[in-house]
């Protein structure tokens, strides 16, 4: 059984940085794709940054340049780094990996960015 324990979350002002983590922990063997999410009050779950198999990635028009995705294999934990924070990007942050076809997800880390 795979569990995903997310951290780093917390409060910055704008402008500022967080990078958030997301440890796997159970037996994993393939690792198909990593997503982020995130989740505002009163708003649709949002997908704001993807890797999969291949490497390639993906970003949110409004998070492109600010976010970036990676993975620490040895550790096995994904990251979301994010840059330049702007109120907007307040929210609860979700990581989802999907291991040998199954999906899995982190129980969420809030972010909260004052100007």
């Known amino acids: 059984q795979v569990q995903l324990v997310e951290s780093g979350g917390g409060l910055v002002q704008a402008g500022g940085s967080l990078r958030l983590s997301c440890a796997a922990s159970?037996?994993?063997?393939?690792?198909?794709?990593i997503h982020w999410y995130r989740q505002a009050p009163g708003k649709q779950r949002e997908l704001v940054a993807a890797m999969i198999t291949s490497g390639s990635t993906n970003y949110a028009d409004s998070v492109k340049g600010r976010f970036t995705i990676s993975r620490d294999n040895a550790k096995n934990t994904v990251y979301l780094q994010m840059n330049r924070l702007k109120p907007e990007d307040t929210a609860v942050y979700y990581c989802?990996?999907?291991?040998?076809?199954?999906?899995?997800w982190g129980q969420g880390t809030q972010v909260t960015v004052s100007s």
């Open positions: 159970g037996s994993i063997f393939s690792i198909n794709a």
């Open positions: 989802r990996v999907v291991i040998s076809g199954i999906a899995y």
